[in-house]
């Protein structure tokens, strides 16, 4: 069955970030903090922030983003407060449920909720208690207790129900998911499925994702989601990207030498192959990138098979990009990274920034 196309043709221009760098969490935070306020000040729609646990610099360092995402807020005016995802298996859902609803009423109604069993997570279960072996069951188990609480119904073992209510969240809640069966679930919860891990080819491993999800939508809907909710949820997909502008390809790829090498494995590892067998364009395939000229970047995003025809959300990846310690040269980089996205290389496929207000709508 051939997929349908998103209900509006404007696609939203987010970011994703792993919140990466070598100047310690404080200046981490503050980068990130300050990618937020340049990205709202260009237009961009929103921003989502890996979740990651016990985990080193460059692997990812902020365990709480919903923390993280309500300073934010306070310095943000329009940009959507995004989370990609929530490892909701270590999670007391209802908890979960309960910090979402204080931060969509301080942000004005901007949460974005990922959730998902955090692949890169998976060695930390045993530190929360959790089998990992268990992952995905749990997870959709507490999914349902979470939607659940969103939409108001009574709370396991009281009549009590969740305050503040956060009924808008349910329309603005995504599964980070990478199996057919997962997005076919995730379609009956009504909720949106966000896809585009690195080495999953896009073409033979996303588009089969995109068709099943939109296919079970069509045959079912949202049969499992919370009753009260059904009529106002619809199919949504989000498509993670890494990109990387630069004058030309070749340029690119000696800029991003040193992330090539540090990546190759992963490719090699998914192809069956020894490194050395490599070359950096294989690598650069490999993982999905879309690199060189924002023409040449334009072009390749809409050759993408599991893309523009599809998503409501185009995120690219948008991480630190290392110098020395923490210098200010670091965020000046990365601000550069979004500004480009933004202003040359998102403009060339159709988007452009959502009409603003003069002030954030404050829920009273």
């Known amino acids: 069955m051939t997929p349908a196309p998103p209900a509006s043709s404007r696609f939203k221009l987010g970011f994703m970030t792993h919140v990466m760098g070598r100047g310690g969490p404080a200046t981490a935070y503050h980068h990130l903090t300050e990618l937020f306020v340049a990205a709202d000040a260009l237009g961009v729609d929103g921003g989502f922030i890996a979740e990651h646990h016990l985990a080193g610099p460059q692997a990812g360092q902020l365990p709480s983003p919903l923390v993280a995402l309500a300073g934010i807020a306070a310095r943000t005016r329009q940009i959507d407060l995004g989370v990609s995802a929530v490892v909701l298996p270590l999670m007391n859902p209802v908890r979960v449920a309960e910090d979402v609803a204080v931060l969509d009423v301080l942000s004005g109604g901007r949460v974005q909720l990922g959730l998902g069993v955090g692949g890169a997570n998976i060695a930390r279960y045993p530190a929360f208690g959790q089998d990992p072996q268990t992952a995905t069951e749990q997870y959709f188990a507490k999914v349902a207790e979470l939607l659940a609480a969103l939409a108001g119904e009574p709370l396991p073992g009281t009549d009590g129900v969740l305050t503040p209510p956060a009924p ?123 690199i060189g000229s ?55 496929l159709g988007w452009s920034p959502a009409t603003r207000t003069e002030t954030m709508e404050v829920v009273p």
Do not use: C
């Open 294 to 348: 924002p023409d040449d970047i334009a072009e390749s995003l809409r050759a993408d098979p599991a893309l523009l025809e599809h998503v409501e959300y185009l995120m690219p990846v948008v991480n630190t990009f290392p110098t020395d310690t923490g210098s200010p040269a670091e965020l000046d980089r990365t601000l550069r990274w979004i500004e480009v996205i933004a202003t040359e290389i998102a403009p060339r």
């Open 168 to 290: 808008g969240v349910l329309a603005r809640t995504w599964g980070a998911h990478g199996s057919e069966a997962s997005v076919r679930r995730a379609a009956r919860l009504g909720m949106g499925v966000m896809y585009g891990t690195a080495t999953l080819d896009a073409k033979a491993v996303q588009f089969p994702l995109v068709r099943a999800y939109l296919d079970e939508w069509e045959q079912r809907g949202a049969v499992d989601a919370p009753p009260s909710a059904r009529a106002g949820l619809r199919p949504r997909l989000g498509a993670i990207r890494m990109l990387y502008a630069s004058r030309n390809r070749e340029t690119a790829k000696v800029e991003l030498a040193g992330l090539l090498r540090v990546q190759a494995g992963r490719v090699a590892e998914t192809r069956g192959v020894p490194v050395s067998d490599l070359t950096e364009d294989e690598i650069v395939a490999g993982l999905n990138m879309h």
